[in-house]
């Protein structure tokens, strides 16, 4: 992580993160077509009042 005036500027990842990131950004489906792997963490966030 890089910083300006103390404060979180920049961060430096490898190319094989920031494109499994960017893959996961445009990962949109229906609800009703909502992969079984998302859903406990869906539940999860709706609980936690996320």
Same mark, same amino acid.
């Given at each position: 992580?890089?910083?300006?005036?103390g404060r979180p500027r920049t961060? =430096? =990842?490898s190319v094989e993160e920031y494109e499994r =990131?960017?893959?996961?950004?445009q990962? *949109?489906?229906r609800a009703a077509d909502t992969p079984e792997q998302?859903?406990?963490e869906i539940e999860? =966030? *709706?609980r936690d009042g996320a």
């Open positions: 992580m890089v910083t300006k005036n961060v =430096l =990842l =990131l960017k893959q996961r950004d990962l *949109a489906f998302f859903l406990p999860r =966030l *709706a």
